[in-house]
Structure formats: structure tokens, C-alpha cells
């Protein structure tokens, strides 16, 4: 089966751009996460998709926004790009809610 | 909200050289995940544990719950070099996974 794949793997934006970023997870796997990962912050959740619809969402403003299609393939959005929003940004995808298998991730670099 | 505690933050041992390293929370625990990251790559998920008293393993690597303590040891035994890398815990403390945290994370060095 193939893994999680998430593109871009690396993007570079400037400040006040949006950005969207792909991920589609192992097939089957229905429940996908997003993360962030930076140096300062660490790992922080973002959200958590499952069929179609938003099932939890992490402490993160509203520019921060996800969704998921019908073949379970997620997309994240990121609005009005900060400095601070420079990240790996990791998706999931899990079949059990317990076990999760992650992308490779997106390298967001914003100037 | 929910602080997960890593110690130590870095660890460099001798291949072969048994390890431990833990993730303490300052909140219940309904659920912690180990994760295994290399640089700049995605995570690698280890194992999750729910239950106090829990133990998992895998190959060579356990984990275990103390739920009165709100401590999680992860222990390798006999590390190798393709041990290295970052071990990171997370946990949620919703109950519902609305709530997920993680530790800064413990790099591992194995030196061979």
C-alpha cells in the first residue's frame, strides 16, 4: 500500500499570500490530522478530519482552515501568511483513531 | 491546558547501552503516543498506550504507562545506531482527542 503523501514537499511564500497545502492519506484510512512542527513551538495539533468533516481542532486562529473530499484526500489552507506560520506542517492518516501513519510533510518557508 | 515534560532533552549512549526516556504530564492522561521523528522528516508512529500499568513493545523498544504518576517511560534495549533520532511523546487530556500536546522531544545519539 502506499504510504501518506503530502505536496508540495517544500514551498516558499511571502507575507500576506494564502497557501494550500495537500495530503492524501493510505487508502481506506478515512480520519486524516494536520500538524505543525516548528523549532520554537514543537509539534502542535491543527485539526482532524473525518469523513468529510471537522471531528477536532487544535488551538489555532481562524486563517488556519482544512477540509476534507469525498476520497478522503485533505487539503489545509493558510490565509494572509505570517512570518510565524514558517513550519513543516505534517498531515496523518489513521484507520483506528489510534494508530497514525504520516506524510513525509510540506516545508513552508515564508519571506 | 496540558504541559508534557521530556526528559532528557538529548541523550548520547554506546551502541548496545540500554536507555529511558520519559514524558511526564501535569494533567490526566487518557491516551499517550510515542513517536520516533529523523530530521526534518515525518513522524513514525511507536506505539499509544490508555491504560495505567499499560506495557507495549515493540521489536526493541517498551513503553509503559504509570497513570498515577501521569508518567510514560520509553525504554530501548540494546540500542543501535538506526535508533537515533528524536523521540517525541503526545498526549491528550480531552479524552476525545480534542486536546492533543506534545513534548519538546529527546534526540538520541547512538554512537557505534
Same mark, same amino acid.
Given at each position: 500500500k502506499a504510504g501518506v503523501t503530502q505536496t508540495p514537499r517544500y514551498l516558499i511564500k511571502t507575507r500576506g499570500q494564502q497557501v494550500t497545502l495537500s495530503c492524501s492519506p493510505i487508502s481506506g484510512h478515512r480520519s486524516v490530522s494536520w500538524y505543525q512542527q516548528t523549532p520554537g513551538q514543537g509539534l502542535q495539533f491543527l485539526f482532524e478530519y473525518f469523513s468529510e468533516t471537522q471531528r477536532n481542532k487544535g488551538?489555532?486562529? #481562524?486563517?488556519f482552515s482544512g477540509r476534507q473530499f469525498s476520497n478522503s484526500r485533505s487539503e489545509m489552507n493558510v490565509s494572509t501568511?505570517?512570518? #510565524?506560520?514558517s513550519a513543516l506542517y505534517l498531515c496523518a492518516s489513521s484507520l483506528d483513531f489510534q494508530t497514525q501513519y504520516f506524510g513525509p510533510g510540506t516545508r513552508l518557508l515564508v519571506l | 491546558s496540558q504541559e508534557l515534560e521530556q526528559s532528557p532533552q538529548s541523550l548520547i549512549v554506546q551502541e548496545g547501552k540500554n536507555l529511558t526516556i520519559n514524558c511526564t504530564s501535569s494533567k490526566t492522561l487518557y491516551g499517550l503516543y510515542w513517536y520516533k521523528q529523523k530530521y526534518g522528516e515525518g513522524l513514525i508512529f511507536l506505539m499509544m498506550l490508555q491504560k495505567g500499568g499499560e506495557e507495549k513493545s515493540h521489536e526493541k523498544i517498551t513503553a509503559k504507562l504509570d497513570e498515577k504518576k501521569q508518567q510514560s517511560s520509553l525504554h530501548i534495549t540494546a +540500542?543501535?545506531?538506526?535508533?537515533?533520532g528524536i523521540y517525541l511523546c503526545g498526549a491528550d +487530556?480531552?479524552? /476525545? /482527542?480534542n486536546d492533543m500536546r506534545f513534548g519538546a522531544g529527546t534526540r538520541l545519539t547512538v554512537k557505534p
Open positions: 488551538n489555532f486562529p #481562524g486563517r501568511l505570517e512570518l #510565524g506560520d | +540500542s543501535q545506531p538506526s535508533h537515533a +487530556s480531552s479524552g /476525545n /482527542n
